[in-house]
């Protein structure tokens, strides 16, 4: 009689059963946005990290090479492109386009070797195809999903889906935006004389390093690249803000100049904001750069130095 009545102590109704799947499920379900925020953070500290190797490995560049910045390769007649100065081998589509002027090979790209800091890696061909692509990992950002240059250039209803880091070769672009319709006292165009890409890189990186390097982007995420571009150069009004790779709306993470990096907000519509700009205002003084359309009028804010 005892055990009898010990047995039916300890049993569980079902009532009470329903009660307890009730409450383990409440707590997943508070529990697991928690749990992605989390891993989603530590993706932003990798990201981050791969930043400051960047910015890094592009102060040790600038140091060989007179601060002169490869924006474009003469040699090749290749570029301006955001994606040349290191990575991997692009996607094939990128052998064709334009005549190939976007196509760069991973021994084409001056910074891996400062990236890598070993004996730069070789893509496997199989004949005049290349079966394997050489990897350079600290391009690569752990949430880059998805290629805007895929989208945009590469229009095929059929076609997966692409990382930026697959498509071009790094998931980081290089700052392209201070450069949009530089008028050079009427005599150069960077964007029908690539050749003067040299000259104005090498301009470019001393007049920032001078001044703006602690608030100058010179590396942004696929995402933010694609807002600036569409925001500022195409002039569409339809086009807000993007949401970053880690899936914030409009929060990215982003390399300085100066060789630091940070995750933070950055209004897409404007060329500048607290703490960060996409221009050289020295352009704006001694060249007459004006964007387009009327999103230029925001860099007159209290954030942001404004043309004098």
Same mark, same amino acid.
């Given at each position: 009689?005892?055990?009898?009545?010990?047995?039916?102590?300890?049993?569980? /109704?079902?009532?009470?059963?329903?009660?307890?799947?009730?409450?383990?499920?409440?707590?997943?379900?508070?529990?697991?946005?928690?749990?992605?925020?989390?891993?989603?953070?530590?993706?932003?500290?990798?990201?981050?990290?791969?930043?400051?190797?960047?910015?890094?490995?592009?102060?040790?560049?600038?140091?060989?090479?007179?601060?002169?910045?490869?924006?474009?390769?003469?040699?090749?007649?290749?570029?301006?492109?955001?994606?040349?100065?290191?990575?991997?081998?692009?996607?094939?589509?990128?052998?064709?386009?334009?005549?190939?002027?976007?196509?760069?090979?991973?021994?084409?790209?001056?910074?891996?070797?400062?990236?890598?800091?070993?004996?730069?890696?070789?893509?496997?061909?199989?004949?005049?195809?290349?079966?394997?692509?050489?990897?350079?990992?600290?391009?690569?950002?752990?949430?880059?999903?998805?290629?805007?240059?895929?989208?945009?250039?590469?229009?095929?209803?059929?076609?997966?889906?692409?990382?930026?880091?697959?498509?071009?070769?790094?998931?980081?672009?290089?700052?392209?935006?201070?450069?949009?319709?530089?008028?050079?006292?009427?005599?150069?165009?960077?964007? /029908?004389?690539?050749?003067?890409?040299?000259?104005?890189?090498?301009?470019?990186?001393?007049?920032?390093?001078?001044?703006?390097?602690? /608030?100058?982007?010179?590396?942004?995420?696929?995402?933010?690249?694609?807002?600036?571009?569409?925001?500022?150069?195409?002039?569409?009004?339809?086009?807000?803000? /993007?949401?970053?790779?880690?899936?914030?709306?409009?929060?990215?993470?982003?390399?300085?100049?100066?060789?630091?990096?940070?995750?933070?907000?950055?209004?897409?519509?404007?060329?500048?904001?607290?703490?960060?700009?996409?221009?050289?205002?020295?352009?704006?003084?001694?060249?007459?750069?004006?964007?387009?359309?009327?999103?230029?009028?925001?860099?007159?804010?209290?954030?942001?130095?404004?043309?004098?």
């Amino acid at each position: 009689m005892i055990g009898a009545s010990c047995l039916r102590r300890w049993a569980f /109704t079902l009532i009470e059963l329903l009660v307890v799947v009730a409450i383990i499920a409440l707590l997943i379900s508070i529990l697991l946005p928690s749990l992605r925020d989390a891993r989603e953070q530590a993706k932003v500290a990798k990201c981050l990290a791969h930043y400051r190797q960047l910015t890094t490995a592009t102060i040790q560049y600038l140091m060989e090479h007179n601060d002169n910045y490869p924006f474009y390769d003469p040699p090749s007649n290749k570029g301006p492109c955001s994606w040349s100065y290191g990575g991997k081998t692009c996607a094939d589509y990128w052998r064709t386009r334009d005549g190939g002027r976007f196509f760069f090979e991973v021994t084409q790209r001056p910074f891996n070797k400062y990236l890598v800091g070993t004996e730069l890696p070789n893509d496997v061909y199989e004949g005049s195809t290349i079966a394997k692509r050489a990897e350079v990992p600290v391009l690569s950002c752990p949430s880059d999903r998805y290629s805007h240059q895929q989208h945009f250039w590469q229009p095929n209803p059929g076609e997966s889906p692409i990382s930026c880091y697959d498509d071009v070769g790094t998931s980081y672009h290089y700052n392209l935006h201070a450069m949009f319709d530089v008028d050079w006292n009427g005599d150069r165009d960077p964007w /029908t004389k690539p050749g003067d890409w040299q000259e104005i890189g090498q301009l470019l990186v001393r007049q920032t390093l001078a001044k703006y390097s602690s /608030t100058y982007l010179m590396y942004l995420p696929d995402p933010l690249d694609w807002g600036l571009h569409d925001q500022n150069i195409d002039g569409r009004p339809d086009v807000g803000m /993007t949401i970053g790779n880690h899936g914030k709306f409009g929060k990215h993470a982003l390399g300085f100049l100066d060789g630091h990096s940070a995750y933070m907000f950055v209004d897409s519509r404007a060329w500048c904001g607290p703490g960060w700009q996409a221009i050289n205002p020295e352009w704006i003084r001694r060249y007459g750069h004006v964007p387009r359309p009327a999103h230029y009028f925001l860099w007159n804010t209290k954030n942001c130095e404004p043309p004098r």
